[in-house]
C-alpha cells in the first residue's frame, strides 16, 4: 500500500495547471513502475488539498451562475481527476517497459461515525481566506465554522473524523486477485455515513488520506504500509541543532516518541500515528520515506 504526498501531483510555487501537474505525476509513476518491476504488487492512494482547493476557488468564483457543489462531491471529483492521470500516466511507463498490467482508479467511499468527537471539534483548514467581516457573514449565510489561519485570514474549517469502513474494499481485493494495480481512496476518500437500512450519504468532512490509506491496508491485507512524503527520513528534533534522522524503529520506541511529542499534528503527526496504528494491528512493516526512496526502502535498504 503506497500513500503518496502532495507533492506527488502538485509542487510548492506551483499554479495547479494541468500540464504541472500531469509532469509531477508522471515523474511520479516512472518511480512507482520501478517497485511494480522490482516485483510488488501496488494499492496507491493520494492526496488531494490543492486539488480540492481550486475547486472551492471555482466554487465561490462561479456561485452567481453555476450551483456549488458540496465538499464530498468536490472529494468525488478529485478522486477521479487524480486517478485518470496516475491510471494514464502509471498505463504509459508500465508499457514501455514491456511491462503489461492493468491500472484502475476508483472512486471510494468510507465510513466515518458520525458519534466521532471530531464533528464537534472541527480543525481541518480548507478553501480560501476571507477578511473577517466577509467570514463573518458567509457563517451566518450558509452555517459554516470559520476560524483565523495563519495570519492570512479566516477559512472554513470542517471536521478530520477517523476512517471505519472502506465502503469498496471487496473490489478493491477482486481487482488485486486479477492481478490489477488500483488507486483508491484519494484524499482520504469520501466521507460517507450509513443509516439503519444501509443507505449511504456523503458527508461534509476531510478523512486524513495516511489514516484513511491505514485502514485500506489492512482491509486489504497488505504486507507494507509505504507513506511517500518530500524528506526520506522520520526526524526527532526536527529543524534544531539536534535534529536526528531515525532509521529502523520498533513499534515501541516510536510510541514513545509520539508521547514525546516529536511529531507535528499538521504534517508528520498522522504518517507516523497512521503506520503505528498499521504494524500493532497486523504484525508488519511500515515505512516513511521520500519517493525516490521508495526501492530501496521496500527491500529493507
Sequence with gaps: MVALGGNAILQPGQRGSYAEQRHNVDVTAAQLADLVAAGHELVLTHGNGPQVGNLLLQNEEAKATVEPMPLDVLGAMTQGMIGYMFQQSLTNELRARGIQRPVVSLVTQVEVDVEDPAFNDPTKPIGPFYPEEEAAAIAAERGYIMQPDSGRGWRRVVPSPQPGRVVEQEVVSGLLSQGAIIIAAGGGGVPVRTAEDGALTGVEAVIDKDRAAAALARAVGADMLMILTDVP???????????????????????????????????????VTSCLDFVRQTGKQAIITALNQAVAAAAGE
Design 233 to 271: 527520513n522520520v526526524k526527532l528534533h526536527y529543524g534544531t541543532p539536534n535534529e536526528v534522522s531515525l532509521g529502523e524503529v520498533s513499534a515501541e520506541q516510536m510510541a514513545s516518541y509520539v508521547a514525546e511529542k516529536h511529531f507535528a499534528a499538521g504534517s508528520m503527526g498522522p504518517k
